[in-house]
């Protein structure tokens, strides 16, 4: 049997109210995406996937949905997205769509007849609890600050939000939500949309107890993810949800799933489970946290990030597909998280590049990774609109008392804006973007960091990036090769085979910022080599030692 489609594709991921302005409102639109299809084609992306442009108050930049089958005015209109559908096909690319459902927002109209005083078939669309003692439910803190749980007069009972308490948690043990949910994904599907990525599906089933967590954090709350995440009945309704809507169309799909492991993973995605086809795991985005989780400026240890990537590589290799990214809308810029965004910025997100799109799983790149966009260092918290930013830097300043640079330092270096400042086009006002003020400031560096720049440049990381997509497409080796990680414990390489019956990839990246020696293990033999893919400009033998260049990437074709 051939492989499935999108164990070769690769997917680009586009936020659009930062992506491309049309009509100069100073926030990214459907039209804006169509006019820059030629670019990702460009590029070589498989697939759009598309984060929310459902009707949304924007109280969590979309993700707080009020009408499923409405398209946000600001956006455009569904005839629209129907256009960029339709061309998007034409060029052979395929659109996938965010789907949230583990909660709403507090302004659809089925939570607010959920919190009408009479009761009616709407109040169990949510959970509702009791307080206990005069206080909430339980101890479960929200994702971004304060308690899980809001009470509201009307009802005489706390409703649970996840997140932000006008996202209000939908009840998944109500069969009669489950149904509206697959009524709205089909209704999706039917216009010919070609999957979804679940936004925290694996939250969907909540442990009925809900009783207090024991992993306290910030001297207050406690994590909710051992009574919400990977529940007893997550596995029933993905597997109901395929059976009634997914395996009738052909789609890709992509479940995020915090807090879950390989063998977590595997059950989402084996297909003989019949749920879905991968899972985007956090595991290797917590290598740089400590005891204030993200909000730090550590550096990760290269034997932490070989130690999970690899784990992954290896666990997933006979059942189950890996999702590989670096990027996206909730995560600080990868070139200047784990690379180096001042003089190496070029090397160093070819690099990234490199050791990410040679593993095994379906690559996604985030808007902007293609041109090693950087994080973004504004002076005030003013300029910043995220409501987890928000939210941590009151906690910071206000609550605890630190100094407001210190939390602008842990701001900048992993809040989630740095993902969201605009594409940067050209060099002209607002990075090409819009004419209007953008929703969002834009990062100043686009000056020099800009697509305009770098498309017509061989050497720029966007041809690279168009080469590693192109290699993907050529080699099957990268899709089916076994991954094995060598020189484990070399704290400044990374180095990996993917081996079939004939040949053999190596891939070899020096993360550090100076030169380093990279020696072949004796046991690798081959009678010939070709190098596919690298970062400078040099000669392409694989003596038995290899002088790697600061952030050097190297990949040869062994046979």
Known sequence: MSEPWWKKSVVYQVYPQSFKDSNNDGVGDIRGIIEKLPYIKRLGADVIWLNPIYESPNVDNGYDISDYRAIQKRYGTMEDF???????????????????????????KWFKESCKAEKNKYRDYYIWKDGKNGKEPNNWGSSFGGSTWEYKDSVGKYYLHLFAKEQPDLNWENEEVRNEVYDVMRFWLDKGIDGFRMDVINLISKRQEFKDGTEIRDNSFASYYEGASNGPRVHEFLHEMNEKVLSKYNLITVGETPNTTTEDAIKYSAASREELNMVFQFEHMHVDYDENRKWNIMRPKLSDLKKVLSKWQERLAEEGWNSLYWNNHDQARVVSRFGDDGKYRIESAKMLGTLLHMMQGTPYVYQGEELAMTNVHFDSIEDYKDIEILNRYHELVDLKG?????ALSVIHAKGRDNARTPMQWDNSENAGFSHSEPWIKVNPNYVDINAQKQIDDENSVFNYYRKLIQLRKDYDIITSGRYELILKDDSDIFAYLRKGENETLL??????????????????????YE???GNYENNNGIDADIKLKPYEARVYLLK
Do not use: W
């Not at 630190?402 to 210190?406: A, C, I, Q, R």
């Open 82 to 108: 129907e256009e960029l559908l339709g061309k998007a096909h034409e060029l052979g690319i395929r659109i996938i769509m965010d789907l949230v459902v583990n909660h709403t927002s507090d302004q659809h």
């Open 531 to 533: 190098l596919l893919i």
């Open 402 to 406: 630190k100094d407001p640079s210190y």
């Open 507 to 528: 891939t070899i990246c020096n993360f550090t910022n100076r030169e380093t020696i990279f020696r072949l293990p004796e046991n690798i033999k081959y009678n010939s």
